[in-house]
């Protein structure tokens, strides 16, 4: 079986600083990773996905993401975090035998302080 | 693409009466989820469908709520007799099958049932 797993639900960055939102996964055969984010109000949207090919995958709104094979690990950053970053931000993961059924992370509320 | 269309957005609603969530995929998106999220628990995959047939309906939490699929292009989840802990945004998510695209989620539809 797959899972996720997100360290931290909930993260505190102040505005220009590094963010960082940690994901590791656990998949028996190699897998597809993806970032989604939820504005407030809002559905949830992709934000970058690892599927094959180069391991750091750069996403919409300056994001970016690193797939870590030895660590299992799919971490989320951006250099510099914008008040209108504050949202809450899911990881998924999706085995590439599956077709397309994905099994999400617990979700990762992310603060933006002034 | 219009993207997934979800309808209604908001649904006010009293106890014990019959609740119809609508969703419109994109087109040749040939799986669909329907998805429950609440503070509490979550983000919840309800059921599952794959060329309109329900693959996976473990997560429809009694027999109140069902849900349908008659064609590619419609889907229905119906909660009967509706509760106040039935109160959610329920979203309808399809993808693509391979590759592995993500999925896309609709706006969410908002049920209060008071």
């Known amino acids: 079986a797959q899972s996720v797993t997100q360290l931290g639900s909930h993260v505190s960055v102040s505005e220009g600083a590094l963010v960082l939102l940690r994901c590791n996964y656990s998949?028996?055969?190699?897998?597809?990773l993806f970032w989604y984010v939820q504005y407030p109000n809002q559905g949830l949207q992709l934000l970058l996905k690892y599927t094959t090919g180069a391991t750091l995958v750069k996403g919409i709104n300056g994001f970016e993401a690193e797939f870590k094979k030895s660590e299992t690990s799919f971490h989320l950053t951006k250099p510099s975090a914008h008040m209108s970053d504050a949202a809450e931000y899911f990881c998924a993961v999706s085995k590439e035998t599956s077709g397309s059924r994905l099994t999400f992370g617990e979700g990762t509320q992310l603060t933006v302080n002034p | 693409d219009a993207g997934v269309i979800q309808s209604p957005r908001h649904e006010v609603t009293e106890m014990g009466q019959e609740v119809t969530l609508r969703c419109k995929p994109i087109s040749g998106h040939n799986s669909l989820f329907w998805y429950r999220q609440t503070m509490m628990r979550g983000l919840e995959l309800l059921i599952y469908?794959?060329?309109?047939?329900?693959?996976?309906d473990s997560g429809m939490p009694e027999d109140r709520f069902s849900a349908k699929m008659p064609n590619a292009s419609f889907s229905t989840l119906k909660i009967q007799p509706s509760e106040p802990r039935d109160s959610a945004v329920y979203f309808c998510?399809?993808?693509?099958?391979?590759?592995?695209?993500?999925?896309?989620f609709g706006s969410g539809t908002r049920l209060t049932v008071v």
């Open positions: 998510a399809s993808s693509g099958d391979r590759p592995p695209r993500g999925y896309t």
């Open positions: 998949s028996s055969v190699p897998p597809y």
């Open positions: 469908f794959n060329n309109n047939v329900p693959i996976d």
